[in-house]
C-alpha cells in the first residue's frame, strides 16, 4: 500500500464519521492540509444537465458563501463534464484553479473546484483522486440526506415531476465492460408519464423505457403502477414475457389506464437480446458501416393495460460489438420534435459517448418545441461493445419459457 492508499483509507473514514452532509467538508479539510488549498467547493449537475449550483466548503471559522447557480453552456465545467478529464488554468491571482470531474461509473454527479498556490503532476493526481473518492461518499451518504438531490433541482418541481423522477434510476448513465448506457427524459410543462430503468445483475442487463398515458399527476400515478409492477417482477426472477404480464395486470387490476413500453433483457456473454415491444415506437440502431441509422421493425404488440384479450410476443435481438441502439418515447417524434431528423442525428453523434449524444438528442428536441414540450421526451441509448472472452460468474444460458411466442429481429 503505497502513501495515496493511505490517505484515501484516511479520507473515506473520515468522511463516515462526519454528517451525511458534510462530504464536500471532508474533503476540503483534507485538500487544505495536504495542499495548503485555498479554496474548495463542490458543483452539481441539475436534473436537466444544463446548470450547475455550487456548493462550497468555507474555511474554519469563515462562513459560507449563498449557494451560486452557473450556466454550464461554453464554460469550463462543460467542457471537464464532457471529457471526463481533469482541467486547470490561472485563478488571476497567482494561483491555479483545478477542475476534476465528480463521476461515478460514467454518471456525471459534478465537479470538484481547486483552487491553491502549487499543483505538479503528483498534486494534480491526488485532486483527481479526491474528486473520485468524492463521488463514492456521495453515491453513499445521498441515502441519508436531501442535500444532494435539493442541489440538483434549480427550477421548481411538481408534485408530478416528483414522483416521476422517484421512479428514475438514481444513476442516468452506467459504464461496464460489455457496455455503455446513458438516457435523458425533457419532462412536458404538464408531465406525461415518461419513465426509463435499468438494472444489471451477473449475467444480464435489464432495460426498459415506458410512456403512460396521460398528463400531470395521473399519468405520473400511473407509470408509477407500470414501474413498480415491472421492478417487482424483475426481482422476482421473471423475464421480458413475465415481466410484460405483470404490468398488464397491474393495469387492468387497478383500471387506470393504458401504457405503451418496450422491455429488454440483455445476456452479457452473448449480447442476446430478449424483448416484448407493448405498442412502442420502434427503436433506431446504429449497426458499424451503415451509413445512417435505421429502425429496428420489431413486432408490436397491444399496449399494457389494454381490457382486451392480450398476447405478448417474446423476441429476439442479437447485439454486435460496436452497435448503438437508441430506445425512444413519442415525445421525441411527434408535434414540434417531427421537425429533428433524428436518424441523421444518431448518425452525426455515433462517435460521441452516449451520454453527450443523449444531450445532443434531447436539446434539439427541446429547441425544436421552443422550450415547451406538449407530451415528455426520452431517449435511452446503449452501446454494445464485446460479447468475446467474458464469462461472468456462475454465467448460464436461461432458457425461454415454453409458453412464450418467439420472433427474431436480425
Not at 235 to 259: F, I, K, T, V
Amino acid at each position: 500500500m503505497d502513501g495515496r492508499d493511505l490517505e484515501l483509507g484516511e479520507l473515506l473514514a473520515a468522511a463516515e464519521s462526519a454528517p451525511p452532509g458534510e462530504s464536500v467538508g471532508v474533503i476540503a479539510h483534507d485538500l487544505r492540509k495536504r495542499f495548503g488549498a485555498e479554496r474548495v467547493s463542490f458543483l452539481f449537475v441539475d436534473l436537466m444537465g444544463h446548470r450547475l449550483l455550487r456548493l462550497t466548503a468555507p474555511a474554519e471559522g469563515d462562513r459560507a458563501d449563498a449557494a451560486e447557480r452557473i450556466d454550464m453552456k461554453g464554460s469550463a465545467y462543460d467542457t471537464v463534464l464532457r471529457t471526463q478529464r481533469q482541467h486547470i488554468e490561472p485563478d488571476g491571482q497567482g494561483g491555479r484553479r483545478v477542475i476534476s470531474p465528480v463521476s461515478n461509473r460514467g454518471d456525471r454527479i459534478g465537479v470538484l473546484e481547486v483552487t491553491l498556490q502549487y499543483a505538479d503532476d503528483a498534486v494534480l493526481a491526488q485532486i483527481s483522486d479526491a474528486a473520485h473518492a468524492l463521488a463514492y461518499i456521495i453515491v453513499t451518504d445521498r441515502r441519508f440526506t436531501d442535500l444532494y438531490h435539493a442541489g440538483r433541482r434549480t427550477t421548481r418541481t411538481s408534485l408530478a415531476a416528483e414522483i416521476q423522477h422517484q421512479l428514475l434510476p438514481s444513476a442516468s448513465c452506467c459504464e461496464a465492460p460489455q457496455f455503455t448506457l446513458a438516457a435523458g427524459l425533457i419532462p412536458a410543462d404538464d408531465i406525461g408519464g415518461d419513465t426509463y430503468d435499468y438494472t444489471l445483475d451477473q449475467d444480464t442487463l435489464h432495460l426498459s423505457i415506458t410512456d403512460a398515458m396521460g398528463h400531470d399527476t395521473d399519468s405520473a400515478l400511473l407509470a408509477t403502477l407500470v414501474t413498480s409492477a415491472l421492478r417487482g417482477a424483475r426481482r422476482a426472477g421473471c423475464d421480458a414475457l413475465r415481466q410484460a404480464h405483470r404490468a398488464h395486470e397491474a393495469l387492468l387490476s387497478h383500471s387506470r389506464g393504458l401504457a405503451t413500453g418496450q422491455l429488454l433483457c440483455i445476456q452479457l456473454e452473448t449480447g442476446t437480446c430478449e424483448l416484448v415491444n407493448a405498442g412502442h415506437p420502434w427503436p433506431l440502431r446504429l449497426r458499424d458501416g451503415a451509413a445512417e441509422a435505421e429502425e429496428v421493425q420489431l413486432a408490436v404488440n397491444l399496449p399494457f393495460g389494454v381490457a382486451a384479450p392480450t398476447s405478448y410476443q417474446l423476441q429476439e435481438l442479437q447485439l454486435h460489438p460496436g452497435d448503438r441502439l437508441v430506445l425512444l418515447t413519442d415525445g421525441m417524434q411527434e408535434r414540434g420534435a417531427a421537425a429533428v431528423d433524428l436518424p441523421s442525428l444518431v448518425t452525426e453523434t455515433r462517435t460521441s459517448h452516449p451520454r453527450e449524444a443523449v444531450r445532443t438528442l434531447t436539446t434539439a428536441v427541446l429547441d425544436a418545441c421552443r422550450g415547451n414540450l406538449k407530451d415528455d421526451a426520452t431517449v435511452v441509448i446503449l452501446d454494445w461493445h464485446r460479447t468475446e472472452g467474458f464469462a461472468p460468474p456462475g454465467a448460464r444460458g436461461r432458457q425461454r419459457p415454453a409458453q412464450a411466442a418467439s420472433g427474431t429481429a436480425a
